[in-house]
């Protein structure tokens, strides 16, 4: 049996920078993609959320951001057509706007 070290044997002929070029490879591959949402589901997520606004329900937001999928939990307190964003006030109390393109499912 070939006892093998893997990369250890490696590094040390190759330089700091291939090094840190093959760790953010390695990184990349865990990045998700966004899916793509149809008319059905987008119609759905808006009557969750015109509900919950009207009865101060607490929503689960999932959203994508840039790499990675993101849930937030909380109610909605202003929804800014303007700027495409919906403003959520999470469990904490803190601010967190969303934009209207990144929402990827919404549950009660």
Not at 36 to 65: H, P, R, W
């Amino acid at each position: 049996m070939i006892r093998d070290r893997g990369n250890i044997k490696w590094t040390a002929m190759m330089l700091p920078e291939h090094v840190k070029l093959l760790r953010d490879w390695a990184k990349e591959d865990e990045y998700e993609t966004k899916p793509e949402l149809d008319e059905q589901k987008l119609e759905q997520m808006n009557e969750v959320i015109c509900e919950a606004m009207a009865y101060g329900a607490e929503l689960s937001i999932t959203y994508f951001n840039q790499t990675h999928h993101l849930t937030i939990r909380g109610t909605i307190h202003y929804v800014d057509e303007i700027q495409q964003k919906l403003r959520v006030v999470s469990k904490e109390g803190t601010m967190i706007q969303v934009p209207f393109q990144s929402i990827v499912n919404v549950t009660t």
